[in-house]
């Protein structure tokens, strides 16, 4: 049922249809392109996730990300792992004052604020997802040490050299010029500090003549609310443009011993990651038909969960071809001297 009351996020829910139409006109498969994408991308995005965030908080919990996994290691220990190695990778101290960049509800915000003992803002533009995030860091407990701002991370409302240490998890792929964003996290970030983050991107083994790649392509950018999809080559380069050092960087879904992807795979089955599997997202498809049928959900609801099973089919197909990351990590610093 909370999945059914929440669904539309802050759109009022005679209006979920409408953005339903809207959000997918953007997208290929529907006859959008990629310049108006990047043109439109605050809407798109807002519209996304105000759309698909009750259905990812009730598979994936509250952090909706994928992580570096072992074996005999379970998917939620795996994500909670994936967020303390970006904590230690950042040499994050206690009472170290820190930037999450397309925070989310803010699973991650919480969890490295509790492992390193610091003080995390979470940068997000969508107002679904902030209202909810505040009422989580109250009930965890980290709401004096923890905040939220509503802001664009292209035009970021806080003064140069303000952080410690920035982070973004499988968020800054949604930004519509790499360059722009990561020389806004320059610009707040203190000199001599570092910036961390997990990438969506396509691999070098990306086709862009191939028309099954274009495809895969284009059903991960319509189910999760992106302009476009860079190359794993483009983001080092936008990094260096902006001025930043690169320490070290690797597509940690290489050496993965249990692919990224498995919990979405049709072939796989877990209890413990059970609406994740083909047989719950079957089980949730119908329960939302049927609460959209009985008007406990709003009209355009089950074709919110068509593009996301449509993701899920673009994602597993993508790992498996190795054509798709979103695990493409870098740890970045910004020099002592430097020019803001």
């Known amino acids: 049922m909370d999945l059914a009351s ?3 996020g802050k759109i009022d829910k005679s209006d979920v249809l409408t953005a339903v139409e809207k959000y997918e006109q953007y997208h290929v498969f529907h006859g959008g392109n990629e310049e108006e994408r990047k043109a439109n991308y605050t809407d798109m995005v807002n519209k996304y996730y105000d759309l698909a965030t009750s259905f990812y908080e009730y598979g994936w919990g509250e952090s909706f990300h994928f992580a570096h996994r072992w074996k005999g290691e379970s998917l939620r220990e795996s994500i909670k792992r994936h967020e303390h ?11 170290h004052k820190v930037l999450d960049v397309g925070c989310g509800i803010g699973g991650p915000l919480r969890e490295i604020a509790r492992f390193s003992n610091s003080a995390v803002t979470g940068l997000n533009n969508n107002e679904y997802q902030i209202t909810r995030g505040k ?3 109250r009930l965890a407990g980290v709401d004096k040490t923890c905040n939220f701002v509503k802001a664009d991370f292209m035009k970021m409302p806080f003064p140069e050299n303000s952080f410690d240490a920035v982070y973004a998890i499988e968020a800054t792929c949604h930004a519509p010029d790499a ?25 070098d083994a990306f086709d862009p003549d191939n028309a099954e790649h274009q495809k895969i392509k284009g059903e991960i950018e319509i189910g999760d609310g992106l302009p476009d999809i860079r190359l794993t080559t483009k983001c080092l380069e ?34 413990s990651s059970f609406r994740l599997t083909a047989v719950g997202r079957f089980i949730t498809k119908n329960m939302v038909k049927i ?28 790992g498996r071809r190795e054509i798709f990351t979103p695990m493409y990590f870098f740890l970045a610093r910004k020099p002592e001297r430097c020019s803001s």
């Open 6 to 8: 929440n669904l539309g």
């Open 85 to 95: 190695f970006l904590a230690l990778q950042l040499g994050i101290k206690p009472g």
């Open 135 to 137: 009422e989580l860091n």
């Open 179 to 203: 360059y722009g964003c990561y020389k806004e996290i320059y610009r707040v970030l203190k000199p001599g500090q570092c910036f961390a983050a997990y990438e969506w991107c396509m691999t």
């Open 238 to 271: 936008a990094l260096k443009q902006a001025g930043f050092e690169v320490i070290w960087e690797k597509d940690l879904a290489k050496d993965s011993p249990v692919p990224w992807y498995l919990p979405l795979d049709k072939n796989h089955f877990s209890l």
């Open 291 to 318: 609460l959209e049928y009985i008007r406990l959900a709003p009209q355009g609801s089950q074709r919110v969960s068509n593009f996301l099973e449509q993701a899920a089919e673009g994602l597993v197909d993508g």
